[in-house]
């Protein structure tokens, strides 16, 4: 089977986004499929090519034995609102008529974030007649509002009416976690037309190891408790309530906090840290994808943080599952939802309210004093892993794809008339 993926993000980039896509997309290439990829330049997150790279109108590339083509765009940092539109609206246009130049696929799947891609995406597969999966992996435009990029107005009224075209018009919906099942279902989408396949980790990158010494002796975290934050740097994460934690804990010098990422609010958190003289916050700029196991070594207590807002009950955050390979507890601060559900079920962490410096500066405070409890949740953490691992979630993906690969193709005629019927 010849499968063709949008996805706007693809390593090099190191987002959640380009791991999930390139890492199932190996899987199905070992089990004897082809895979092309429709992407842009990697520039993500700072709006800038990464070395090696221009930014063409179509440029082709092997990695691991998927076809990657990457189209041209109107490239911005992830900070923003219309620089970030105008990068998400050149890649619709770009990776439309770069999937157009590709050999017929026998399906089309594309992914979310960001939305525009997965326009892209429905409506190539109508031109080439051949059926879309959809894979919605945030609830969007409600993630936008959600983090207050934007108010709620009649532009992103008009979005989310072809957010629900985009649901009619799949063959299939890959939804990564139930709750975005449910909200789906809820809006009118038929429910054996969406699937849940709930987000993974490759357990082969991932995998406990002693902590690097070398790398804690650069960083000052020899003999130190450190609880670290591992991850996109977002407007969704409310990291700055995080440093509100550590000033609490400043005359507590064995307790350190560790940032390692890139990110919009990034740079916002150096500046804050560095003005209130926070001596146990380190943050660490983005790291190439092969380091973060030595990075995530470092971490007696792995740090799950997002902003709270209602939308984030239904998020499932992919460092989650990284923590869990590397056997590491986790403490998620998080509106009470199916990632809480992950924590408290397989028992690899403690649950606190979000946006609550308080008290995750008390369970930090408490926890460094109970090792004991900690190796007890390392091992649970540990033991859950193989629930959710990159093999499984691309074998589930794939039969999901392939149920869809069969069904009868649709012209761009049927999308026309879908989109006047509504």
Known sequence: MHILFVTENFPPERNAAASRVYERACYWVRWGHQVTVITSAPNFPEGKVHPGYRNRWHQVEQRDGIRVVRVKTFIAANEGVVLRTLDFLSFMVTSFFGGLMERRPDVVVATSPQFF???????????????FVFELSDLWPASITAVGAMRDNAGLRMVERLELLMYRRAA?????TRAFKSDLVARGVPP????????????????????DRQLARELGLEGRFVIGYIGTHGMA???????DAADLLRERPAIQFLFVGPGAAREGLVRDAARRGLTNVRLVPAQPKESMPAYWSLCDLALVHLKDTPLFRTVIPSKIFEAMAMGRPIVLAAPDGEAADIIR?????????????QALAAAVSDLSAAPQRVAEMSRRSLAAAPLFTREKQARDMLKIIEEAAPSAPESLEGFRSASVGK
């Not at 891609?117 to 059926?131: E, F, I």
């Not at 849940?196 to 357990?203: A, P, Y």
């Not at 994460?237 to 440093?243: G, P």
């Open 117 to 131: 891609a997965a326009v892209a995406g429905c409506v190539l597969a109508a031109v080439r007649r051949r059926p």
């Open 172 to 176: 299939k919906i890959v939804a990564l």
């Open 192 to 211: 054996d037309k969406v699937a849940v396949v709930i987000n993974g980790v490759d357990m082969a990158r991932y995998a406990p190891r002693v902590r």
């Open 237 to 243: 994460h409310a990291l700055e309530r995080v440093l």
């Open 345 to 357: 079920t397989t028992g690899a962490g403690v649950v606190l309210p979000a946006e609550d410096p």
